[in-house]
């Protein structure tokens, strides 16, 4: 009995040789239990060994191995072959980012973007740890807790048009994680991380489109953020401008 | 040729521990430049993967004792009890300060810490962030880090080798992926900080990065590996990925069953089941929450009765938490139900989880001292590459993660000191090391056309390793690994790559990989067919029982022009004699010894 097999159409493009991005055809087995990574391993380990691809964990939470698959962004690791076939599947890199290589593409805007809101704890007073850990309840830590919760797997980037159109907005994923340390209890650092967040390349640029919480794995939900941090700033504005004794 | 990168301390790894390690150089001392080189993105390292959580004593009804008491007799007395001690007294400290830095941990009603129990666990003191604590972790870590100017990131960058000066050692080779540009990074103190070694086998929970590079790195260089034949399996990984279900499912009250619904540990001396629903159930240290060793060998005996199931992947046995109801699972196990649904394509809501034993941690590693100081000056080590030892036979579950921490620190602390005080590397003979080391890979890997494929050299060995040293040994099945892997490390010399290009070569990171599990392959298969005695994950079906007076001791694996030799070093014992270990009715602390003082 023949193997079933199923076509992948993989975006090449090696910067030593090739001048434009070029599509190669591979048919590999077809499995109920692979995932579209399984297929990429195959082909590099059996077929094709100059396929280049990032990948680490294979469970779905170090954020490596978003590609696009038939035109949409996905986590490689957890899009199963079996949702596609007998038809063939396009492996793209993610858009909206340079390509290194192949389905590699360049984080770097993104590890600027990342630093910009300053994702830290920010103390005006600094408890030392003998004194023991902060108090936050439940309640506190729901309000921020959703927004901890991404990988930095860059689909929402490669879903979002503003991101598309105007490559200095901070993007969905790093505005999420500033709206994360806003609604912290534990944080103090507002009007430091306020200017970012609260800018035209930041909340302000998105125009709601939503796509972002669309394709997120996490459900991260970063458009939420964004309107969280939208009402935030507008909130800053107030005290800033209209009350400035009310500032804390 | 490109000029030497220059730093102070260079820090290989960006897992848990080589970001605190790097936080405790940048805070020890603001005016040193601290480099963190990694193979991967930081936040992408494997500690991103922990689920359950790490331990340390914050609860009044716990103690210093109960923590020590339960590493030690876990460890089965192997651990060094100095270094435990330490350790368990550092932990809250560690915890605390990740706190500090923003670590969404779950939380009492109250707004205080919440703990849960885990195996081997006489009372709870696993701190957790829902069931990503790992994930939680390592965020916190990365962007604490990115706040600290002295550090330069080397992102994306490979090392392949240490370099080493008048006996001394003084940075790495490295390769720039996306360039491909072999460079060296130089300092007067490097911290490998790279992680375990569990795709040497060939199901782990282990991501595919976890190669044991910073391991071989060490071991080429002449300083030994401790305790390398001591492999933690993991009771509860799904068949064929050998994901892993965390034991906070098991600490909520899952429940292990064979193939008739029996919960079988308890023919195991595990102690006896309570029902699912008496509100004593979990009981800790007994039947689902006994130790990870004795969980593994029971389904070996379980499939050996023919008591387990059948499936593509093999055998495996259930994985029960039904009865916790979908508010619960949603509530303190989501990620095992995503896993669950997505990996083994079943709800656990409603069907129990097909569960097998898989390689988790790798006990052993780069030997150091308490500070993480090998015996190679300038050279030290922490997290899981590293073998101090706190973790002996067999690691304590959600000790690891504090460890990086409390051991990724004091590394960084005193890589901080020794810098001040170490003599200048003469560069030039640093570059020199830098052109043979890429001459050599050039040779070796990118001008050769003709050769076999790496897949079934790694395959090879991978199987080779499952059977003759997993979870039960022979010395004959040990020396047949041994000789299959010595047969790879051959076939190795002649591999052949497609790609032979330089920009962003991911198949050479694999062929570099794959060496360095050639290497650590090496060192478990000698220190496993000397061990001759059976103690927590090293169980010789030839050497039944445990023999203190021969093999209280560390073995510690040197690389030797002819072959590995292995010494043996005596383990540090200060207020707990060694006892047997005891799980189930009659576990906990004994009478004498451990709880005084
Ligand atoms: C699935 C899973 C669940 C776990 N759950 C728990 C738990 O609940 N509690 C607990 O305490 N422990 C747990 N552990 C164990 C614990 O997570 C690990 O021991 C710990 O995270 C290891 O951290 P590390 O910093 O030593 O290494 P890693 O996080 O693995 O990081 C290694 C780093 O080294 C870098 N690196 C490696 N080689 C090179 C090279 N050649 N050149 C450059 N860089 C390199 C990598 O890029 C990476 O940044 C779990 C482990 C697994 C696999
Ligand atoms: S917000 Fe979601 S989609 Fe965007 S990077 Fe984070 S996890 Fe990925
Ligand atoms: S490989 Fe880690 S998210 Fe897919």
Known sequence: ?248 | MAELLKHDVVIVGGGAAGLRAAIAVAERNPSLSVAVVSKIYPMRSHTVSAEGGAAAVIKGNDSREHHIYDTISGADWLADQNAVELFVDEAPRELTLLEHWGCPWSREPDGSIAVRPFGGMKIERTWFAADKTGFHMLHTLYQTALKYVPITWYDEWFATKLLLDKDRCYGVVAIELRTGAIRGIVGKAVILCTGGAGRVYPFTTNAITKTGDGMALAFRAGVPLKDMEFVQYHPTGLPGTGILITEAARGEGGILVNKDGYRYLQDYGLGKPLDVHDPRHPVKRTMELGPRDKLSQAFVMEMRKGRTLKGPYGDYVLLDIRHLGEKKIDEKLPFVRELARNYAGIDPVYEPIPVRPVVHYMMGGVHTDVDGKTPLPGLYAAGECACVSINGANRLGSNSLTECLVFGARAGHHAAEYVGSAPDPDSSALEQQVRDEADRIRKQFLERTEGERLVSIRKDMQNAMEEGCGIYRTEQSVQAALNKVEECRERFQRVVLDDHTNSFNTELIAALELECMLDVARALCQAALERRESRGAHQREDYPARDDEKFLKHSLAYRTADGVKIEWLDVVITKWPPAERKYGADSGLPSEGGNKS
């Open chain 1, 1 to 248: 009995m023949a193997e079933e097999t199923i076509v992948l159409r993989v975006q090449r493009y090696r910067p030593e040789q090739d001048s434009d991005p070029y599509f190669q055809d591979y048919e590999v087995p077809y499995r109920k239990d692979w995932v579209v990574l399984d297929a990429l391993n195959w082909i590099k380990e059996y077929k094709d060994g100059t396929l280049s691809f990032r990948w680490s964990c294979r469970m779905g939470v170090c954020g490596s191995c978003g590609m696009m698959v038939n035109g949409r962004p996905r986590l490689t690791c957890n899009t199963f072959l079996r949702e596609f076939y007998p038809n063939p599947i396009t492996v793209e890199p993610l858009v909206n980012f340079d390509i290194e290589r192949d389905l590699v593409i360049c984080m770097d805007t993104f590890l600027e973007k990342l630093k910009k809101v300053k994702p830290w704890i920010i103390r005006r007073e600094v408890k030392s740890p003998e004194e023991g850990p902060y108090n936050q309840t439940p309640a506190q830590l729901y309000r921020y807790k959703q927004f901890s919760m991404c990988i930095n797997c860059m689909l929402c980037y490669a879903a979002c048009p503003v991101v598309g159109m105007h490559p200095e907005f901070l993007g969905p994923a790093a505005l999420a994680l500033g709206v994360r340390y806003l609604l912290d209890s534990r944080d103090q650092g507002w009007n430091e991380r306020m200017e970012e967040v609260g800018s035209h390349e930041g909340v302000w640029g998105c125009t709601f489109v939503g796509e972002c919480s669309e394709v997120c794995p996490k459900h991260v939900d970063p458009a939420a953020a964004i309107q969280q941090g939208k009402v935030l700033a507008t909130l800053d504005w107030f005290k800033r401008w209209l009350m400035p004794w009310g500032q804390k």
